[in-house]
């Protein structure tokens, strides 16, 4: 009997070792693997409503795809998410603020920076400046990362939504490790290690608050533009990558973005860089108001040279440039609403498009059928 247990015991280990072996192959095949669909190649075609030809296999045979194959593949992998949902992690960056101590808010106030300087995958990681110790570590995990790989939203949109979206999160300060990590773990909103399981019977066995201030301000800087601008770039890069999605490196900031970022948290470390760093934005600021003024006057004659009725009638007479920009709104909307952020709803969008590009509300529900806009 005995000598049957080890047996099985050495079987099992065998097998074990065979399957280690073969996942450690299939990465090396596909690392190498030519035809993919990744996920940044199909929202390029989806948005652009053109089909593809991918190669198939290394013999020179190729395969087409149309624009209804590559729908009917996004309507799959949205029907998918809805019918295999994740177990729910992480808690809306929104009510993490909402149900935080107030004295924790007041302190985050006085947090100088809260500076993102890698991101690994769907990790993000943040150097915070502290009283006690000149810097902690706060890392933040993006949920809906995944989602937003695979959604063919613009990537600035799906950065948005992710950043202020369902987020978990660990600082390395005494704060949250004597008050706040037994929460976080037993809430599903740690990031860990380490995963605390000790309950906070001394410092907080009311369980009240949420976010040290160090966690309060990176959440404010996850609000910023800057940061959605740099998480976007991230989001094109990752959703390119040949292999398998795990094999994405991570990744430290560059020297530029560091600098871009740095402007987020509103004070940088040397006040003649800082002053500089305010001047040259102030300068491309208004470059960009003057182009965008003159972009708008040009844009107003063109409205007034334009015949009344042709106005009326543009669905039929729309350029394609123009046909192309509606459609990128329309997804855009479709995206806000579906994930309900706040300020967004059909009606109202539908509303603002049709008068942004003068046609009828009920020219723009019916591209949205044509296109396949949910
Ligand atoms: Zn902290």
């Known amino acids: ?57 290394r013999k020179g045979h190729t ?4 624009i209804d194959d590559l729908k009917r593949f996004v309507a799959a992998n949205e029907r998918a998410q809805k019918n295999f949902r994740r177990e729910v992690r992480g808690v809306p960056l929104i009510q993490l603020e909402k149900s935080s101590d107030p004295a924790d808010i007041q302190r985050s106030r006085n947090v100088r920076s809260a500076m993102l300087y890698k991101v690994n995958k769907n990790l993000l990681f943040f150097s915070v400046t502290g009283n006690t110790r000149a810097h902690y570590q706060v890392r933040v995990r993006l949920e809906d990362w995944d989602m937003a790989l695979h959604s063919t939203a613009m990537p600035l949109v799906s950065a948005r939504t992710v950043a202020t979206g369902r987020i978990s999160f ?13 929460l976080t773990s037993i809430g599903g909103f740690d990031v860990n290690p380490p995963k605390e399981q000790d309950f906070p019977k001394i410092r907080n066995p009311g369980l009240k608050g949420c976010c040290c201030k160090h966690v309060l301000k990176v959440l404010r800087v ?54 500089q760093a305010q001047q040259k934005f102030l300068r491309e600021a208004q470059e960009f108001i ?23 009638k543009l669905h039929g007479a729309m350029t394609e440039v123009q046909r192309k920009k509606i459609v990128e709104s329309l997804h855009n909307l479709s995206v806000a609403v579906k994930f309900n952020l706040p300020g967004f709803d059909l009606k109202t969008g539908l509303e603002n498009l049709a008068k942004e590009f003068s046609v009828s509300v009920a020219d723009l529900k019916g591209m949205m059928q044509k296109e396949g806009i949910a």
Request: proline fraction near 2%; aromatic fraction near 6%; charge should be positive.
């Open 170 to 182: 660990d600082c390395s300060c005494g704060r949250h490790q004597y008050w706040y990590r037994y």
């Open 222 to 275: 996850l609000k910023s533009n800057t940061i959605h601008t740099v998480l976007a770039g991230e989001i094109e890069r990752q959703s390119a990558t040949i292999g398998f999605a795990d094999t994405v490196r991570s990744r430290f900031l560059k020297a530029d973005e560091l600098r871009r970022v740095s402007l987020a948290r509103g004070v940088a470390r040397n006040p003649t860089e800082a002053r």
């Open 290 to 312: 003057t182009d965008a003024k003159k972009k708008k006057s040009v844009k107003e004659m063109q409205g007034k040279l334009k015949p009344r009725h042709k106005q009326k």
């Open 63 to 66: 395969v087409e795809f149309t």
């Open 1 to 57: 009997m005995a000598e049957n247990k080890q047996d099985i015991l050495r079987q099992l280990k065998e097998f074990e070792k065979e399957a280690t072996a073969e996942r450690r192959e299939a990465r090396e095949l596909r690392e190498d693997a030519v035809g993919l669909l990744t996920p940044a190649l199909l929202r390029k075609h989806v948005r652009a409503g053109t089909g593809l030809v991918l190669a198939y296999g």
